[in-house]
């Protein structure tokens, strides 16, 4: 079974630009959370999506936005970019994220802002 | 207040040892508790879960809960070079995952 595939790997934008990031869940999974990886602020949650429904949201500024589609997989969106939003970029999946259930964690998208 | 605190890094032990990794989480409504490896340069890796009070053990790692105190833990026995990584606390709460800072563990050969 494939696992969580994020793309691009890599990326580099200048600042104001807007950028978006895909992430494909793995088969048959339909919740999508994605997260931001920085060294001084580590992993912090941005949105997690069901069944194209965001059900929770970090405390991100309205410039970082994502959608999910009918076949779960998700994009993010970070319009008009600044040099903080330089960062790994985490897309995970899981069924339903209930309780219970393990999120599996895609490669990542690093994201350089100049 | 953060929402998980991990005790600050990094954890030096000798091949052998045993390395214990604590975590204080401040939301009493969280019901699911993990521990993340995550290796330089690597996305994260689930090593345990654990979401009722006491002891989980999965071969070399044990995992503690106590959601009285709000604590959680993860032991390292026989902690080999191959453990040397950033260990992730997360806790979940209404579909959110969070984490905390991560502590830094190496094991000296």
């Known amino acids: 079974k494939a696992g969580v595939t994020q793309t691009p790997r890599y990326l580099i934008k200048t600042r104001g630009q807007q950028v978006t990031l895909s992430c494909s869940p793995i088969s048959g999974h339909r919740s999508v959370s994605w997260y931001q990886q920085t060294p001084g602020q580590g992993l912090q949650f941005l949105f997690e999506?069901?069944?194209?429904?965001?059900?929770n949201k970090g405390n991100f500024p309205g410039r970082f936005s994502g959608r999910q589609f009918s076949n779960s997989r998700s994009e993010m969106n970070v319009s008009t970019l600044e040099l903080g939003d330089s960062a790994l970029y985490l897309c995970a999946s899981s069924l339903n994220l209930l309780g219970s259930e393990k999120l599996f964690f895609g490669s990542g998208t690093q994201l350089s802002v100049l | 207040q953060k929402e998980v605190e991990q005790n600050s890094g990094p954890l030096s032990v000798p091949e052998g040892a045993i390395a214990s990794l604590n975590c204080t989480y401040s939301d009493r409504g969280s019901q699911s508790f993990f521990w993340y490896r995550q290796y330089s340069g690597k996305s994260p890796e689930l090593i345990m879960s654990i979401y009722s009070n006491g002891d989980k053990e999965d071969g070399r790692f044990t995992a503690q809960l106590n959601k009285a105190s709000q604590y959680v833990s993860l032991l390292i026995r026989d902690s080999q070079p191959s453990d040397s990584a950033t260990y992730l606390c997360a806790v979940m709460t209404d579909y959110k995952l969070s984490f905390g800072a991560g502590t830094t563990v190496t094991v000296r050969a």
């Open positions: 999506y069901f069944s194209e429904t965001q059900r």
